[in-house]
């Protein structure tokens, strides 16, 4: 097993800070994540899933509970890049197999693999439209 930083070191996280912020990944889990999401801030991660690995209309979000201030949103220069690279559906599927429904690898996502500060939630947009269309 190997130690990974929910929230990554280079952004303050360390072994103790914040609370749960090691977990234990096997060591082909813990590179398939960062293959896929690097050290990202989660509203990026949150916006690459969307993107590539759930159905269009479901959109992923990550809250903060800490209200942060500051603008995470992924900048245009990064969603442009990503949206040229190809999906990574071995690395994905390894990690979040088929069987799985789109909440469980959410909340799988939440316990394991992002900074314990946020959590992802999911929206499904035909929802929220048909409640904007009254
Ligand atoms: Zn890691």
Redesign the pocket.
């Known amino acids: 097993m190997?130690?990974?930083?929910?929230k990554?070191r280079c952004v303050g996280g360390t072994s103790v800070y914040p609370k749960g912020n090691i977990s234990l990944?096997r060591e082909n889990e813990?590179r398939f994540?960062?293959s896929l999401f690097g050290?990202w801030w989660p509203e990026w991660i949150a916006a690459e899933i969307s993107r590539k690995y759930l159905p269009r209309r479901l959109q992923v979000l990550a809250i903060n509970f800490f209200g942060e201030k500051r603008d995470r949103r992924e900048p245009k220069w990064h969603k442009k890049i990503q949206k040229k690279k190809k999906p990574k559906f071995v690395e994905w599927q390894s990690l979040f197999p088929r069987s799985l429904s789109p909440e469980e690898i959410v909340e799988r996502i939440n316990e394991r693999f992002i900074d314990p500060e946020y959590s992802l939630v999911i929206v499904d947009r035909e929802a929220t439209n048909s409640i904007a269309a009254g």
């Open positions: 190997t130690k990974h930083h929910r990554p990944l813990h994540w960062h050290a």
